[in-house]
């Protein structure tokens, strides 16, 4: 089993920055990738950004590229995501997830942080 803890959400105006982060724990053999999802209000959960497990292969989703950036810092077992030039619209909250070799779909989650971009 694999424990997902996100950390750094909060609230920024529009134009800011912030960055949120996500520790694993457990055991982690076998595990391929880790990912960040987002979930407004009234609307599904959607893709953002994903890092294997080694940090390499940053992918983002189209509408993030150029603002979000995604890291993993392996000694650590954490990855953060880097957010630039917020927009209220990217108000929700984030969703940390991990997937094993051979998977497609994440297995794991974290419970989530909230992030707030005022207008």
């Known amino acids: 089993q694999v424990q997902l803890v996100e950390s750094g959400g909060g609230l920024v105006q529009a134009g800011g920055s912030l960055r949120i982060s996500c520790a694993a724990s457990?055991?982690?053999?076998?595990?391929?990738?880790q990912a960040w999802f987002r979930q407004a209000p009234g609307k599904e959960r959607e893709f953002v950004a994903a890092?294997?497990?080694?940090?390499?292969?940053?992918s983002y989703a189209v509408s993030m590229k150029g603002r979000f950036t995604i890291s993993r810092d392996t000694a650590k077992n954490t990855v953060y995501l880097q957010m630039n030039s917020l927009k209220p619209e990217d108000t929700a909250v984030y969703y940390c997830?991990?997937?094993?070799?051979?998977?497609?779909?994440?297995?794991?989650w974290g419970q989530g942080t909230q992030v707030t971009v005022s207008s």
């Open positions: 997830a991990a997937r094993r070799f051979g998977n497609l779909n994440y297995d794991y």
């Open positions: 890092i294997t497990w080694n940090g390499g292969s940053p």
């Open positions: 457990g055991r982690a053999d076998s595990m391929y990738a």
